[in-house]
């Protein structure tokens, strides 16, 4: 029915790869006064809960991440991620550094790189494109949503033409595109959700990560749901809107997420999202059981 991030992982590494949550010390522009002060308004510090702290060189730290997942994953590769905050806010010299050093590694088979399409300047670009002629560079956009009274209540901070641009610069230099989009954004109407997920499906992109929205203690969106003025979705709702939003991209792009890894230590709700083994349980058969009555073989 889609196409996974496992069947993409066998297909270009020949086993299943393991992504280490890497800390680059970067900040944010909608934090530190360039574009706000506050951030996203669903932010609580960067999206990356689970990155590891900084402590030493980027080589230490995937030796020390590696440890906690070794058992795991006995193919012994992993995916370098950089994952909190802004990971192209800093000077082209620091990226190569960091970014070299990470992919220098023998266990890193690809390097993951969250950002803002608005810090991808064309030097940006070009190292990017430079460092993927040595392991495979993937970009991840957080774009959360295509309308624009959408994006100004959760201060996102640029406009729908800047991630444009910045998927078409990355693709003409080969970059591999993942975008990342929210469901349950307040205001939003699951039609305009729907749109969202097609957009992105046209943007030229290939893969797309799907996430439930999360209400975290400590953030802007918290206030608002705390004084009631949205609410969000239950689990029916959300397995409903994710597959008409697979249905709306097309096959060949992958899905490299379907609900989220908010901080449970924070989540404030829905509160059924902190079980995800049973979310993505419901997901699964929820998915087969639409295979089953369009006719189709698991
Ligand atoms: S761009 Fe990312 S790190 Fe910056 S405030 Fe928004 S969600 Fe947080």
Same mark, same amino acid.
């Given at each position: 029915?889609?196409?996974?991030?496992?069947?993409?992982?066998?297909?270009?590494?020949?086993?299943?790869?393991?992504?280490?949550?890497?800390?680059?010390?970067?900040?944010?522009?909608?934090?530190?006064?360039?574009?706000?002060?506050?951030?996203?308004?669903?932010?609580?510090?960067?999206?990356?809960?689970?990155?590891?702290?900084?402590?030493?060189?980027?080589?230490?730290?995937?030796?020390?991440?590696?440890?906690? @997942?070794?058992?795991?994953?006995?193919?012994?590769?992993?995916?370098?991620?950089?994952?909190?905050?802004?990971?192209?806010?800093?000077?082209?010299?620091?990226?190569?550094?960091?970014?070299?050093?990470?992919?220098?590694?023998?266990?890193?088979?690809?390097?993951?790189?969250?950002?803002?399409?608005?810090?991808?300047?064309?030097?940006? @670009?070009?190292?990017?494109?430079?460092?993927?002629?040595?392991?495979?560079?993937?970009?991840?956009?957080?774009?959360?949503?295509?309308?624009?009274?959408?994006?100004?209540?959760?201060?996102?901070?640029?406009?729908?033409? @800047?991630?444009?641009?910045?998927?078409?610069?990355?693709?003409?230099?080969?970059?591999?595109?993942? @975008?990342?989009?929210?469901?349950?954004?307040?205001?939003?109407?699951?039609?305009?959700?729907?749109?969202?997920?097609?957009?992105?499906?046209?943007?030229?992109?290939?893969?797309?990560?799907?996430?439930?929205?999360?209400?975290?203690?400590?953030?802007?969106?918290?206030?608002?749901?705390?004084?009631?003025?949205?609410?969000?979705?239950?689990?029916?709702?959300?397995?409903?809107?994710?597959?008409?939003?697979?249905?709306?991209?097309?096959?060949?792009?992958?899905?490299?997420?379907?609900?989220?890894?908010?901080?449970?230590?924070?989540?404030?709700?829905?509160?059924?999202?902190?079980?995800?083994?049973?979310?993505?349980?419901?997901?699964?058969?929820?998915?087969?059981?639409?295979?089953?009555?369009?006719?189709?073989?698991?």
């Amino acid at each position: 029915m889609y196409r996974s991030l496992n069947e993409e992982l066998r297909e270009k590494f020949g086993e299943k790869v393991y992504k280490l949550a890497l800390e680059g010390g970067f900040s944010c522009p909608n934090r530190d006064g360039t574009l706000g002060t506050g951030g996203c308004i669903f932010c609580l510090g960067g999206s990356g809960d689970f990155a590891e702290k900084p402590s030493g060189n980027i080589f230490e730290q995937i030796e020390k991440a590696k440890i906690r @997942v070794e058992k795991k994953n006995p193919s012994g590769k992993y995916i370098a991620y950089f994952q909190s905050y802004t990971n192209t806010y800093a000077p082209v010299s620091y990226l190569k550094k960091i970014f070299s050093e990470a992919i220098s590694h023998p266990d890193i088979v690809a390097l993951s790189i969250g950002t803002r399409p608005d810090c991808l300047p064309d030097e940006v @670009v070009e190292l990017l494109s430079e460092l993927n002629k040595t392991k495979p560079v993937w970009v991840e956009l957080g774009l959360q949503t295509i309308h624009p009274e959408t994006a100004g209540y959760i201060r996102r901070g640029y406009e729908l033409s @800047v991630f444009d641009s910045a998927v078409e610069r990355l693709k003409r230099a080969g970059i591999y595109v993942i @975008v990342h989009m929210i469901i349950g954004l307040p205001g939003e109407t699951p039609e305009m959700i729907f749109e969202t997920a097609e957009y992105i499906g046209k943007s030229g992109a290939d893969g797309i990560k799907l996430q439930l929205l999360h209400v975290l203690s400590g953030t802007d969106l918290a206030k608002d749901y705390e004084s009631g003025k949205f609410r969000t979705l239950e689990l029916d709702e959300y397995i409903n809107i994710l597959e008409e939003c697979i249905r709306r991209i097309p096959p060949k792009m992958t899905v490299h997420r379907l609900t989220g890894d908010g901080s449970k230590k924070y989540l404030i709700a829905p509160l059924w999202s902190a079980d995800k083994k049973r979310v993505l349980n419901a997901i699964n058969s929820a998915f087969a059981k639409d295979k089953l009555e369009q006719g189709e073989h698991l």
